[in-house]
């Protein structure tokens, strides 16, 4: 079993930052991809950051220069550092992970749970 787990969320006033983090844990083999998106109520769940095990990173534009992702592969764990937040950037965000279990060849995405992020004065 795989299992993602997010902290870090929370209510936080336009223009403070928040620190996310998420950890992968079970029986995991490697770790390709990792990443955050967000919900929104009512709309589409969308890509705000990712990052391979190589260290190359891709931004939404909406978040570029306020937001940065970072891992550390040898905790299996991703971060994303948000600041200069926004109302619009209230949403669930949701980790991801694209991984190997051991003794497996095939790689699959898992999910974590999602943690809540509030921007309002």
């Known amino acids: 079993q795989v299992q993602l787990v997010e902290s870090g969320g929370g209510l936080v006033q336009p223009g403070g930052s928040l620190r996310l983090s998420c950890a992968a844990s079970?029986?995991?083999?490697?770790?390709?991809?990792m990443g955050w998106y967000r919900q929104a109520p009512g709309k589409e769940r969308e890509l705000v950051a990712a990052?391979?095990?190589?260290?190359?990173?891709n931004y939404a534009d909406s978040v570029k220069g306020r937001f940065t992702i970072s891992r550390d592969n040898a905790k299996n764990t991703v971060y994303l550092q948000m600041n200069s937040l926004k109302p619009e950037d209230t949403a669930v965000y949701y980790c991801?992970?694209?991984?190997?279990?051991?003794?497996?060849?095939?790689?699959?995405?898992?999910w974590g749970q999602g943690t809540q992020v509030t921007v309002s004065a």
């Open positions: 990052a391979t095990s190589r260290g190359s990173t």
């Open positions: 991801n992970a694209d991984l190997r279990m051991i003794a497996t060849i095939v790689y699959k995405v898992y």
């Open positions: 079970g029986s995991i083999g490697s770790i390709n991809a």
